[in-house]
């Protein structure tokens, strides 16, 4: 099949958003290593960045793991705080050999819950519970910590939390210290992207 100017032209325009999006993302770790951080991730996160789709934005995090870690999400909106936030995201992170791995995905319970982050880790949430991941130190993305407001036929609400050695239950108050960590934490932006470059 015969492909006309317009088709090159816009092979070529994607060719080179991408190629930009990835010197933004080498740009912002350098940004972040001045600032103490390593940055012997750049080039893993970048080969990322470079691959993403032209919908597709990256955001990169400091939530309490050896390197940064590269978020990218083809579903956002604008939260009206100034944010693209999203509710799904898949999560990057440079292992050992330097390459990026794909540790999976997170996902919120609507955009009233959006995933967001603090220097221990990353935040999903829903109407009725907060979950907390983090970064192993075999680089693997687990649940830290989930708290749950679980309800009774006759409308009683009992509270549970899940660690990595169980489930127990819990008072409301200790549900609702991980509730206002939520509250507390920055919602992920996702302003870089190949369509922004």
Avoid: W
Avoid at 78 to 97: H, P, T
Avoid at 163 to 190: H, I, L, P, R, S
């Amino acid at each position: 099949m015969k492909e006309n100017k317009y088709g090159k032209e816009k092979r070529g325009i994607t060719i080179a958003k991408r190629g930009m999006a990835a010197a933004l993302v080498i740009i912002l770790i350098c940004m972040v290593s001045s600032c103490g951080k390593k940055s012997d991730d750049t080039e893993a996160l970048g080969k990322v960045v470079a691959g993403l789709g032209d919908d597709e934005l990256f955001a990169i995090v400091e939530a309490g793991a050896k390197h940064s870690i590269l978020l990218t999400s083809d579903q956002t909106y604008d939260d009206g705080n100034g944010n693209q936030a999203s509710i799904l995201c898949e999560v990057y992170y440079e292992e050992e050999d330097g390459e990026a791995k794909h540790l999976g995905t997170l996902e919120s319970l609507g955009t009233a819950y959006p995933i967001a982050y603090d220097k221990s880790g990353l935040y999903t949430a829903g109407g009725h519970e907060v979950k907390r991941y983090e970064i192993d130190k075999s680089g693997l993305l687990v649940l830290a910590e989930g708290v749950y407001e679980i309800y009774d036929e006759n409308g009683d609400a009992t509270y549970t939390r899940e660690t990595g050695v169980g489930v127990e239950t819990v008072t409301e108050k200790e549900f609702m210290t991980m509730v206002d960590a939520y509250g507390k934490a920055t919602v992920v932006n996702f302003r870089y992207g190949a369509t922004d470059a």
